[in-house]
């Protein structure tokens, strides 16, 4: 590793443990990488133990991932690991870096592979919630050369807008997002429209908006707002389930286990999503999907970007400044009322929204 690899990978652990989850003395702090992640986890447990805090690295590789997914019976891998379960007891702080270095791509997973492994972590998740252990889920592991490769990405460009948005101002996006938050509380009905033919409406009345700055405060601990990601930016909010009616088409590619969904059509009918359309590649996204439970085709999500580093195309897109998403699925954690093992979003760069009627985005740009 370079010097100046070090120094990156230096400043972004100090961030994430003095600034975004604010770790103390005596906090205990589980570090969970990935094998081409290793020098940032030992960063983070540099900085750990600098402040005081006790840290235990675990350690996932593409190897082992992959034959879980392609090899192993869902049956096998779909219980819940009790010894992770019970150590929760003893964590206060669980810091997730995300990979794997190569991209899932169908030929590499089976879908109900997936959804095992989320049944089989659901409980833990429960947990760690219950216990109020604050939590940072940092996406870093996913801007790989192979992964950008995969996606027709610019991998050094990439890196580079992903590195501006993990040092962004999270004040910045801290106001802007409470700005917006307390229009969205104070609203009944949200339309959204675009040029490809999106028009989407849906109520959000008594629902309250979830923020996304990156830092988990005091203030963010009583609420029970407890993980962020990073890069990070957004305000959320849960639709009414039942009251999604019309259509989302997207501006852009969807990216999903290594191929791109090319002009992805969403059509919701009282809140349940009835139809799923593309132009290409939509058998990928219907095996995935299917294989979720619960109402994972539920209206659940309306998120709006708040960082103005990320720019498209990103798998990180829903994050962009007054980029527009809606997904489906899982919402309790914000809320709702959605039961499903996940949730999954859309994202267009250039929607326009009215709140109650008046714009709040206008062709992807915020007007505040």
Not at 184 to 201: K, R
Request: net charge positive; proline share 4%; aromatic share 6%.
């Amino acid at each position: 590793m370079s010097i100046n690899e070090e120094q990156v990978l230096s400043k972004i652990a100090r961030q994430v443990v003095e600034t975004c989850l604010q770790i103390k003395e005596d906090d205990m702090v589980t570090i969970n990488t990935w094998h081409h992640t290793i020098k940032l986890a030992e960063q983070l447990a540099i900085e750990c133990y600098k402040v005081g805090a006790v840290p235990l690295i675990t350690l996932m590789t593409d190897k082992l991932w992959y034959k879980m997914m392609y090899e192993i019976s869902a049956e096998k891998i779909a219980k819940t690991p009790l010894h992770i379960l019970k150590s929760l007891e003893g964590e206060t702080v669980c810091i997730n870096i995300h990979g794997p270095e190569k991209p899932p791509t169908p030929g590499k997973i089976k879908p109900e592979n997936m959804e095992a492994i989320r049944k089989a972590f659901k409980p833990i998740g429960k947990r760690e919630h219950e216990l109020k252990i604050r939590g940072a889920d940092i996406y870093l592991g996913k801007v790989t050369p192979q992964r950008a490769e995969q996606y027709g990405l610019n991998y050094n460009e990439w890196r580079k807008t992903i590195l501006k948005a993990l040092a962004t101002d999270y004040k910045e996006i801290k106001r802007k997002g409470e700005e917006i938050a307390e229009i969205l509380e104070e609203a009944n009905e949200v339309n959204i429209t675009s040029d490809t033919g999106t028009n989407l409406t849906f109520k959000i009345k008594g629902r309250k908006a979830w923020i996304d700055d990156g830092i988990i405060d005091q203030k963010d601990i009583a609420r029970g707002n407890l993980i962020t990601t990073l890069p990070t930016g957004k305000v959320e909010i849960a639709p009414i389930e039942n009251s999604a009616n019309g259509t989302i088409i997207l501006d852009n590619p969807h990216l999903i286990l290594g191929e791109k969904i090319i002009n992805m059509k969403w059509t919701f009918k009282n809140g349940k999503l009835v139809t799923i359309k593309a132009d290409k590649n939509i058998e990928v996204f219907k095996k995935y999907f299917e294989k979720i439970s619960g109402e994972k085709d539920r209206i659940g999500r309306f998120i709006i970007g708040l960082n103005p580093e990320i720019k498209p195309q990103t798998i990180f897109d829903m994050m962009a400044l007054g980029a527009v998403s809606i997904a489906v699925g899982y919402n309790k954690d914000i809320g709702g009322r959605n039961e499903a093992t996940t949730h999954h979003e859309v994202t267009i760069f250039n929607a326009t929204v009215k709140i109650n009627g008046k714009t709040l985005i206008e062709n992807g740009e915020i007007k505040l």
